[in-house]
Each structure stands twice: as C-alpha cells, then as structure tokens.
C-alpha cells in the first residue's frame, strides 16, 4: 500500500500568513495548509485574532500541533522552540482578486529581511515589484509566484488525448466557491490510498500546489484558449508518469457562481467518469455576493449530469454553521432528496465515500 505522507517536507518548514482571514473563507488557503500538506512542515500560522489557539482544533476540533501566533518574531521563535526552524513564508490569504495588499505587501517584505523564502498565490506577482526583488537578492531568499503561468509557447490545446487515460477519473465539484473541494478531494484521494488504490490528484488552484500536488494547473491564471488543453494534459501526464488507477480532479469556484463560475472545463476537458458534489446545507447565498441565491442542490445535479453525460455519485457536507446533529439531519435530508450518499469526510472520514467510488469503478470496468 502506498504511503499518503512523505517522511520529511519536501521544501521546508513554512509560517503561515493568515492575518485576520483565519476565522473567514479568505483564509482557504491557510486552512489547507493547516489540514494537509505534502509540501511543507506547517511551523504556525499568523493571525492575531486568534492568538494562543491551535490552529487545527480551531476549524475542525481536532488539534495539529500548529499554534495561531501574533507576528513573525512570535512566529520564527515558536519554530525554533520546536526544533522546526522556518525557511518558508507562505501567504494564506486569498482575498478576492488575488490582489496583494498594503499589508500583505509589509509581510512579505518583513519576512524577507528576516531571510524566510516566500511563497505567494496570489494574481499581484511578487517577482514583478522591484523593491521585494532586490531586497530578496540582497537576503539571498527565494520568491515564488504559484500562479504565474508558463510561457503561452509551453501551453497546450486540447488534443483528443485524454481518451488514451486508462484510470478511473472522478471530479469533486461545489455548489459554491470556498466550500470544501480542494479538502475533501485530497480526503478522497488518502482514503483511496488506504484502501489499497493508487491514486493521484490533479489540482487546479495554487493551494493544491502548495499542499503538493504533483499534477496540476492553474485554472484562473490561464489564457481561456488553453484551459481546456491544460487540463487534459495535466491529466495525461499524472496517467502516463505516476500509472494510477484512479485520478481525482479538484474543481474550481462552481457552475452556477456569478463571479467564478467553474467546473465545465474539467466536466469537458478531464472527462470524469463521476462528479462528487461538495455542498454547504446552511448556505444561502454565494459566497461574498448578499443577494445572489445558491441554486438548488437538485438543480446543480442536474446541470453537471446535463452537461457531463455523467452521473453525480455522492454529495460531500461542508458543515459550516451547523453542530453534529445539524449535520445529520442535513445528511439525511440530502440521501432522502438525491438518493446520494450525503457524507461529511472531516467528521466521520471518507471510508462511505471510497466505497461509492469503487463500486462505481466497478460499474465503468464492466
């Protein structure tokens, strides 16, 4: 059986920068991070609204060994302390726009004075403001700007190639922006290895990248012509490199979203045998957008079967605003609706999402 975790980082020991996002859907990628990566060694995370927590009993209850510090100081001496001394500064924040702010912007130049190498997801590049460059040449530290894309000349289009892909694909889809998907697809993708499955994922965002997702693109940083081409080889080359029986793709925003609407290259382009819909029951309304109604659950099935040509096999829970019993009402609300296995994998773990999975890779074999 495969191994999910490497033993040791493969980049480094990283703080993470979450200044008062943590407790918000603008601190994503942080919360990430927090849950899992096969990157870096997650040293803290800077957020001085929640000082003296532990992040990971802070969102799921269950602590990590990552404390909420107030500042970098706070935050490099916490390392040390722990026999973990940071290399890496990570921004956590995913503000809307990707856009770096004044004070992101002082963050990062703080951390490069104290020689930490910065990592960056966001669309505002730090390689292209000359003050943080030169003072990172100055401090022989490294920037790394996630979604910066390759060369329009190393991009491809779609081929057709993603027909010679003998694994099993599935793709976790949302009905909303920031509810889950990136979670429960490596969630997925550690149960399948579990299991006895070997799995790969391809991200499509930065934090998937971060997290260490091997295979990948950088869906909302690509020119639109080549979207659909880069995720098919992103596909192909997780398939040809790694020979995995099963392939998860991670989603991006949703299809029914008015300001990221995501979902339908992956639907056309990765061509997944299965979608998992991720859902958060106490939603209302988009993400960011008072005013704008969340779809129906029902509704967006029907859009992604429409479109795919494939079935929705299983609805995952973000359990946003809602306690235990809250979730299994919900849960079962969904399974009574859907005829869906409805299951929470940050509560109860993804062994009932893994077994719909496989029965299903059972049917497509057959």
């Not at 706070?74 to 040390?80: G, K, L, R």
């Not at 994922?201 to 990248?209: C, D, K, R």
């Amino acid at each position: 059986m495969t191994d999910p975790m490497p033993k040791v980082p493969i980049d480094g020991n990283a703080i993470v920068y979450c200044e008062g996002a943590f407790d918000s859907t603008y601190g994503k990628t942080a919360h990430g991070l927090v849950r899992h990566t096969r990157r870096y060694c997650v040293t803290g995370v800077i957020d001085s609204a929640l000082v003296g927590r532990d992040a990971g009993e802070f969102l799921d209850g269950r602590p990590a060994g990552i404390p909420l510090l107030p500042d970098l100081p706070s935050a490099m001496e916490s390392a040390e302390r722990a026999g973990t001394p940071a290399s890496h500064f990570v921004i956590g924040i995913a503000p809307d726009g990707g856009r770096l702010s004044s004070p992101i912007r002082d963050a990062v130049l703080e951390a490069v004075r104290a020689g930490l190498a910065v990592d960056s997801g966001l669309h505002d590049f730090l390689s292209e403001d000359s003050e943080i460059v030169a003072l990172a040449e100055r401090h022989g530290v490294a920037l790394r700007d996630v979604r910066r894309t390759p060369p329009r000349g190393q991009l491809h289009a779609f081929t057709g190639k993603i027909e010679e892909v003998g694994a099993y694909r599935v793709a976790v889809l949302g009905t909303d922006s920031a509810i889950g998907k990136r979670t429960t697809a490596w969630k997925l993708v550690d149960g399948l290895e579990a299991a006895g499955v070997r799995a790969e994922m391809v991200g499509t965002g930065q934090t998937a990248w971060m997290q260490g997702a091997r295979f990948g693109v950088l869906l909302d940083s690509l020119v639109n012509d080549f979207v659909a081409g880069e995720i098919e080889h992103a596909v192909w080359t997780a398939w040809r490199e790694a020979g995995p029986e099963a392939i998860v793709l991670e989603g991006q925003g949703s299809l029914m979203n008015p300001a990221y609407p995501g979902g339908f290259e992956i639907l056309a382009a990765g061509r997944p045998h299965a979608v998992v819909l991720q859902h958060a029951p106490a939603r209302r309304e988009y993400d960011g957008f008072p005013g704008y109604a969340l779809h129906p659950l029902g509704t967006q099935i029907q859009a992604i079967e429409l479109l795919s040509n494939r079935p929705v096999i299983a609805v995952t829970i973000n359990h946003e605003r809602l306690d235990r019993d809250g979730v299994a009402r919900a849960a079962a609300q969904i399974e009574r609706e859907t005829g869906l296995p409805a299951v929470d994998v940050l509560l109860e773990g993804a062994n009932r999402l893994v077994q719909a999975i496989r029965r299903h890779m059972g049917e497509v074999a057959r």
